[in-house]
């Protein structure tokens, strides 16, 4: 009875360190719209293989930069597709592919500010409107597409806080700096509907597609859970829970 009970623990422990002796972690440079679905996504991708993941939120631009410095990234999930194609053009990157498509809105943390349509724009009696940095943020960038289409460019100028990253951005609105703001759908949205405040979903005309890839980056060519990660992404459970935060595929 001992000696089976011996067996059994070791192979017990045999299995245990052969599933962390396969398991593998992944440096991945998340872009700050999508930081609250790959927050969920995390769990379920950790439990589907039992590699780990350490995610760093930030703007798509800077990522560029430190990923050019030699940061020691894996995986670029971008707030563009032009970024990654680059990195890959510049021997930075082994393959892009399309994880979602961003949706840009308009919100106010009140309920009443904006009614679902450009009004409160158009209107023009709000002090500040935050946007993330074109230079920067492809969302930014849309913001200022979306300005320029409604004629207000110009009007609006001197009004606008600009944040660092789409994360920023959010947060002066949350924190009243800004009454309206610019921000990726996924950051008011969870399960198709909105979290808070009130919003104008903007049409998509009105600005050029944010079509987001994701990189398998230089660093990460050896690492079987980058690998894992970008096939992941592709799979249902996790295609419906990025749906969820507001974006296309």
Known sequence: MFSRLLAALGLATLATLALTAHADQASIAVAANFNAPMKALQPLFEKATGHALVLSSGAT??????IKNGAPFDVLLAADDETPKRLQREGDALRTQTYAIGKL???????????????????????HVAVANPKLAPYGAAAMQVLAKLGLSEAVRD??????????????VVSGNAEIGFLALSQIMQNGKLT?????????????????????????AGN?????????????????LIRGYGYDQ
């Open 61 to 66: 631009g800077k990522f560029y930069a430190q």
């Open 105 to 127: 809105a308009l919100w106010s943390a009140d309920p009443k500010t904006i009614d679902g349509s450009d009004a409160v724009l158009k209107a023009n009696q709000f002090k």
């Open 159 to 172: 009004k606008q806080v600009t944040g660092e990253n789409i994360g920023q951005t959010h947060q002066f």
């Open 196 to 220: 808070s405040g009130s919003a104008w979903l903007i049409p998509s005309s009105y600005y050029t597609p944010i079509r987001q890839d994701a990189a398998l980056l230089k660093h990460g």
């Open 224 to 240: 079987p859970a980058a690998q894992a990660l970008l096939d992941f992404l592709r799979t249902p459970a996790a295609q419906k």
